[in-house]
Structure formats: C-alpha cells, structure tokens
C-alpha cells in the first residue's frame, strides 16, 4: 500500500473520533492532536522515513501520524498512555488503511518508564512529543533505545529554541547540553498551532537529529549532567561558584576547570557538552 491509498485524519475525522471515544483531550497530559494532513506528510517526508524502517512513535494520540508513518516505514511502535486511545487505535487503522495496519504495534505504556521495546529494534523517533514532558522523554529514549540513531519531533517552539540552540546562545541550557551528549541536533521547521485540535496557544517546532558518540570521558553520563544542572541552576554564576554549590571548594574547583581548559570565570552557557565531560573528569581526578 502507498502513501496516497492511505486514509489520512483531517479535522472532521478527528473530532468524530474523539466523540466516539467520550474523550476531551486532556491538557495535563498535553493532547494536541494534528487535524492537517499536509502535516502528517511533511513530517513523514522530513524524517526521510523508508521502508526499511522500524519507527518508535510517542503518543500517537487519535493516529493522525500513525497513519503516516504506517505507510512509509516497515513497522511502526506506537507507545500511547493514555489507555483509551491505545484501545482506539488498531480500529482506526483497520478503517483508514487496511492494508497496512499489521505493521504498527500499540505498546500501552508510560514513555517516560520504557526500559525495552519487544519486537524489532527501532531505527527512528517519529513523535509529536507531548509538550509538558517533550524533553525529559526524548532524553529518556535516547539513553535507553540505543538502536534508535535518528529522529525528528515536534515540540513547542521555545523548546525546539532551547534542543537545538547552540553555546553562547542565550536559549542554550540544560536540554541542549544533555541532548547534545547523545545526538546532533538541528531545526528542521515550524508548525503552526492551527494544525492542532484543540489548537495550544503557541506555535510548534520540529527539531531532527542523528546519534552520534559521547565526548571523551571517564566519568558517568550521570556525573557529567549533575556538573550541567550545576551550571545552569543560576545562569549568572561562574562556573567556579556553581562547582562550590557540588560541594568542591573555590580552590578545587578552579584547579579542575583549569585542567579541563576551561576559564574559571565561564559561565554554563558559554562551553560545550565535551567541556561539560572534561570539568566532570577533572573533577574526578585527586586534587
């Protein structure tokens, strides 16, 4: 089946779907869902989605994307939390296309606690990320789903800002360091709200990225983000007295940075995540 024999939800689609299912989207759990088409297609055609694809979607919500991805990947993994539209979901597909609804697998289940996907490896994140816990889950993902080596998602617009900003910049902070210990990451383009029932109150970004090798470092992935959060607690700071606030004396934490080749009088938001690892290392290292 190809893309064009597939059914995709426009606006009218979706709400009757909604209706049927008792639902009124929930903001607390951040149910936007895509009533354009054409949007479907563009995420579709930007994350370069092939048929040798196994793609990880992260609440499908109603299946708009779903249906999308159904027809240009070999497999699609949908993990939906929200138990009534997990249910929903393989009925929506057997109607709006057949032909293709055994590839997708429904995975009730909370994104944020996935420790393994059953089935074969994905190879991609296609997700409109819900907007109040974007972040965290695509941080989570990509520690625990190390077969994933690219993705494209939509978050809000100020947080595609903050992923893909770079250092120096003033929206660069935690999630553009943490990601970028995992991935290189990039803006792939905006979404407007009125591609959304109910429509948010901002506008959206999608934000792609590939897999790439952690800095060099002897420390943890762990030890290395608390030397982050330490960085960006109070963005003024230097990164001398952020190191003071880990429990480091000023003179420890000077000699540290110093042996990273950092200024002790940089702040978080001018270095980068292999800076980020050398400081931890240093840090490691006896005084």
């Not at 540290?256 to 290292?285: K, Y």
Request: positive net charge; charged residues 20%; aromatic residues 4%.
């Amino acid at each position: 089946m190809t893309a064009a024999e597939v059914r995709l939800l426009g606006a009218a689609e979706v709400r009757a779907i909604a209706t049927e299912l008792g639902l009124r989207p929930s903001k607390r759990r951040g149910q936007n869902f895509v009533i354009d088409p054409n949007t479907v297609r563009r995420i579709v055609r930007t994350a370069a989605v092939t048929s040798e694809d196994v793609v990880l979607e992260v609440g499908p919500g109603l299946g708009s994307l779903t249906l999308g991805l159904a027809a240009a990947a070999a497999h699609v993994i949908a993990i939906e939390i929200d138990p009534r539209l997990a249910g929903a979901l393989p009925t929506t597909l057997a109607k709006f296309a057949p032909a293709v609804a055994n590839r997708v697998s429904v995975v009730r289940a909370d994104a944020l606690r996935v420790a393994d996907v059953t089935g074969p490896a994905a190879t991609a994140l296609v997700a409109n990320l819900p907007y109040n816990v974007a972040v965290p889950v695509l941080l989570h993902l990509m520690r625990q789903l190390p077969t994933v080596g690219r993705g494209l998602v939509m978050v809000q617009a100020e947080v595609a800002d903050r992923l893909t900003a770079r250092p120096g910049s003033r929206r660069y902070g935690i999630p553009s360091a943490k990601t970028a210990w995992y991935a290189e990451l990039r803006p792939a383009g905006r979404v407007s709200r009125t591609v959304f029932w109910p429509v948010p109150n901002v506008d959206s970004g999608l934000v792609a990225w590939h897999r790439r090798e952690p800095p060099p470092c002897t420390s943890s992935a762990a030890d290395v983000f608390a030397v982050v959060d330490a960085a960006f607690a109070q963005r003024r700071k230097t990164l001398r007295a952020a190191l003071t606030t880990m429990g480091r004396s000023a003179t420890a934490a000077e000699h540290a940075l110093t042996r990273a080749g950092v200024s002790p009088g940089s702040r978080g938001e001018s270095i980068d995540i292999a800076a980020f690892a050398r400081i931890t290392d240093a840090l490691a290292e006896p005084s």
